[in-house]
C-alpha cells in the first residue's frame, strides 16, 4: 500500500498547487493592463484561464483519486505526462504565451518561477513521510531549488537596474537543464522497465491524489515559464540597449502595439 503521507503534507502541496493556479490566473489578467486592453476583457480572460485550469485540475485529480494512474500493472500515467509536456508546448508558443511576453514585465516572468523552493521544501518533507526515492531531492541528485533561488535573486536584482541578458539568458539555460534532470530522474524511478534508481520507495507517490499534480501540473507550468522567457528574449533581442534587459519594464513591442 502506498503511503498518502500526512493530513498537513498533503495540505500544503494542495496550497501550493492553488498558489501557483492563482498566480498564474493573476498574470494571465494582469498582462491586458501592458497590452493597453479594456478591463472588462481582461476579466473575461483571467477568467478563461482559472476555468481551463480549473478543469484539468479537476480531471486530473479525480483520476488520479480514482485509482486510474499508475505505473503497474500497466504505467496508465505515462499518457497523461505525454500530454501535459505537449500541452506544455503548445501553451509556451500559443497566443496565450504571447500574452504574457507582451504584456508582463520580464521580471514577473522570471520571479514567478519562484515556485520551485516550495516545491523542493516538499520533495524533501516527502521523503522525510516516506514518499518521494532520496534522488528526487536536494540531498540526492535533484537541484532544481536553485532556480527558485536564482529567480528571485535576478527579480530583485532588477530592482537595482539593468540586468544584463546574458544572465537571464543563462539562468533561463540552467533552470530548463535543471527542470529535465528532475524529470528524468523521476522517470528512471519509477517501476517500469526503464528504471535506474533501484532505493525504496519507487516513485509511485506522483499517482496518487493530489501529489499526481506536480507532474500533471507544476512541471507543465515550470516548463512553460522558461519557453515564455525564451521567446521574450528572442523577441526583444534589443529591447533595453545592447547587452542589457530590464525585467521590472514592459516590453516596449507592447508599448508600441497599444
Known amino acids: 500500500m502506498i503511503p498518502d503521507g500526512s493530513p498537513a503534507f ?6 501550493l498547487v492553488a498558489a501557483v493556479a492563482t498566480a498564474l490566473v493573476w498574470g494571465v489578467a494582469r498582462a491586458g493592463a501592458g497590452l ?32 486510474f494512474l499508475a505505473f503497474e500493472p500497466q504505467p496508465t500515467l505515462l499518457p497523461l505526462l505525454v500530454i501535459a509536456l505537449a500541452g506544455a508546448l503548445a501553451l509556451g508558443f500559443s497566443r496565450f504565451g504571447t500574452r504574457l511576453v ?23 518533507r516527502g521523503h ?8 528526487m531531492t536536494w540531498h540526492g541528485m535533484n ?5 527558485g533561488v536564482l529567480a528571485l535573486l535576478i527579480a530583485a536584482l532588477s530592482r537595482l537596474g539593468p540586468v544584463p541578458r546574458w544572465l537571464v539568458a543563462a539562468w533561463n539555460l540552467i533552470g530548463f537543464g535543471l527542470l529535465g534532470n528532475v524529470v528524468g530522474i523521476a ?10 534508481f533501484w532505493d525504496e520507495p519507487a516513485n509511485v507517490w506522483i499517482t496518487r491524489f493530489p501529489f499526481v499534480w506536480l507532474p500533471a501540473f507544476l512541471v ?25 534587459a530590464t525585467p521590472g519594464a514592459a516590453p516596449r513591442s507592447a508599448a508600441a502595439g497599444r
Open 143 to 147: 537541484f532544481d531549488v536553485l532556480t
Open 187 to 196: 522517470l528512471l524511478s519509477a517501476p517500469t522497465p526503464m528504471r535506474v
Open 36 to 67: 493597453g486592453e479594456d478591463p472588462r476583457r481582461s476579466r473575461r480572460v483571467g477568467g478563461v484561464a482559472a476555468a481551463g485550469i480549473a478543469l484539468w485540475l479537476g480531471s486530473t485529480g479525480r483520476l488520479a483519486a480514482a485509482g
Open 102 to 124: 507582451q504584456g508582463l514585465p520580464l521580471a514577473v516572468l522570471v520571479g514567478f518561477q519562484g515556485f520551485r523552493i516550495p516545491v523542493e521544501l516538499l520533495l524533501a
Open 220 to 244: 507543465p507550468i515550470a516548463l512553460v515559464g522558461h519557453l515564455i522567457v525564451l521567446r521574450w528574449l528572442f523577441e526583444h533581442p534589443r529591447a533595453q540597449g545592447p547587452g542589457a
Open 128 to 135: 522525510g513521510e516516506g514518499l518521494v526515492p532520496i534522488q
Open 10 to 15: 498533503r495540505a500544503a502541496f494542495v496550497a
